[in-house]
């Protein structure tokens, strides 16, 4: 009996004679505990003593760590270079995340009188390219009379000396030798620090099914960027011709396709996914053929959201209707398939049109997905913003916007910077003044815009 008393007395303090109690482990020890749980778990944690409870509420360490492993270090490394230490404050606003910033760069384009810009297209490609200090890569894409475009453009982005605000500098890369003809619908992604580009339509509705491979060339001394593009080899085998698919990495050796417009007009609905040998040399192209599958479309979007799932949304289908339904590619073992993604009512809004296509799908902080733009069945163009995280809440949230006031736009396109907080968005279809001459109000744009996450 007089054991079972002992016993009861040190267990009482959270400790027995094989352990520690909490209170006697180090600062550090515990941090190193509460970084590995979820943030459910470590506010549970918290309570169970005044020192837990003490390092969860005021240990800027501890939610420094925690930002960075929900939301990525980069994230970490921008709050830092604008003096925002209060990490606990930041990981709050990053999870209830309920707005956006826009801001016009075109107002800020650091031209001389003989400089230009790229002229407004739409079903182009936009990447930002990490490793050249934040610059934006634009190529092809369509504009006025249905003409294709083959012009490459850098957008080297900066802040103004006395203040944060950018700058744009747009400069043409010349045209090299070897390099993709013109088209517009095509894609272009960043895989590891090369970009990948597949299929388009040129302008007498050609389709394309080449694959070409580009690595960057950075001029130390200028900090400049060039472009060599290489056809890549892939075999006898490649997916059929097709233009407005939907295109996204999986990882640095990994590309997905889905959909499409093929030949003679036809929407598709076949998944392929290239395979990249560890030196980049050649590829080989493989066709998923699991079920279920998404139905035929154009128009829609692939969104990388981890290593082993990518997102689809939207687009248009074989009546010419406008879709909302999600689905996953679920790429971890074989055989790789796609997963419908289901909601509950709840978290599905009310009164409110989700289906759309020519949109954009960026992700952005913390594995959630960015939606902006597109148009409905009745070809309404939009500019609202959406949030869709189907990592934790399986939830649409639409988000507020400050600031610069975008036009209605689709087909345009977006891209991220690495911190997964900054969106550029560069040109698409606007709604214009209809004049009397005129078939539609129609338009192609070519403002570029940054929006920022309001946390």
């Known amino acids: 009996m007089a054991e079972d008393d002992d016993h009861g007395s040190r267990s009482s303090k959270g400790g027995d004679e ?22 459910e778990s470590i506010l549970c944690f918290g309570m169970s003593c005044k020192k837990t409870l003490t390092l969860t509420r005021s240990s800027q360490t501890l939610w420094k760590s925690i930002c960075a492993r929900d939301y990525g270090h980069s994230i970490v490394r921008d709050r830092e270079r604008h003096r925002d230490r209060d990490w606990k404050r930041l990981y709050q606003r990053l999870r ?39 610059s934006l890569l634009l190529f092809g894409g369509g504009c006025e009379g249905g003409r294709h475009l083959d012009d490459t453009w850098i957008a080297y982005i900066g802040t103004t000396a006395t203040t944060s ?18 088209r517009f619908g095509h894609s272009c992604i960043l895989i590891g620090t090369s970009l990948v580009l597949f299929g388009g339509i040129n302008d007498t509705g050609i389709r394309q099914n080449d694959t070409w491979i580009a690595h960057q060339v950075i001029n130390t001394t200028t900090t400049t960027t060039t472009l060599s593009w290489r056809l890549l080899d892939v075999g006898p085998l490649a997916p059929p011709p097709r233009g407005a698919h939907a295109c996204s990495s999986i990882d640095d050796r990994r590309m997905l396709i889905h959909g ?22 050649f590829g080989t192209w493989h066709q998923t053929l699991t079920h279920p599958v998404p139905s ?20 248009r289908g074989l009546g010419y209707e406008v879709l909302n339904d999600v689905w996953y590619f679920d790429s971890s073992l074989p055989p790789f398939g796609w997963v419908p993604v289901l909601f509950e009512p709840r978290n599905i809004p009310g009164g409110l049109s989700l289906a759309r296509v020519g949109h954009s799908a960026t992700l952005i902080s913390g594995g959630r997905v960015l939606i902006y733009g597109g148009e409905d069945s009745y070809r309404h163009r939009k500019d609202d913003f959406w949030l869709l995280d189907i990592t934790r809440r399986r939830l649409w949230t639409r988000l507020k916007c400050e600031g610069y006031k975008p036009k209605s736009r689709s087909f ?26 005129e078939p539609t109000g129609l338009r192609f744009d070519g403002e570029l815009f940054v929006v920022e996450l309001l946390a």
């Not at 075109?106 to 934040?134: C, E, K, V």
């Not at 605000?165 to 013109?182: D, E, F, I, K």
Request: net charge negative.
């Open 165 to 182: 605000s950018r700058v744009v500098n747009w400069q043409r890369l010349s045209s090299p030798t070897t390099a993709p003809s013109g």
């Open 296 to 315: 035929p479309r154009s128009g829609h979007t692939l969104t990388s959201i981890g290593p082993n799932r990518t997102l689809l949304f939207g687009g």
């Open 96 to 134: 209830n995340l309920d707005g956006v910033s826009c801001f016009n760069l075109n107002l800020n384009l650091n031209m001389t009188p003989t400089d230009a810009a790229p002229i407004p297209r739409a079903s182009h490609s936009l990447n930002f390219l990490p490793s050249s200090s934040g």
């Open 412 to 437: 345009h396109r977006a891209s991220a910077d690495e911190s997964g907080c900054y969106l550029y968005v560069f040109g698409g279809m606007v709604d214009g003044i209809l004049q009397p001459a």
């Open 18 to 39: 094989n352990g520690w109690s909490i209170t006697e482990m180090s600062e550090d020890q515990v941090l190193s505990i509460l970084v590995l749980l979820p943030l």
């Open 260 to 281: 499409g417009i093929g030949l003679s007009g036809t929407r598709l609905g076949d998944t392929w996914l290239l395979c990249l040998s560890d030196n980049l040399c």
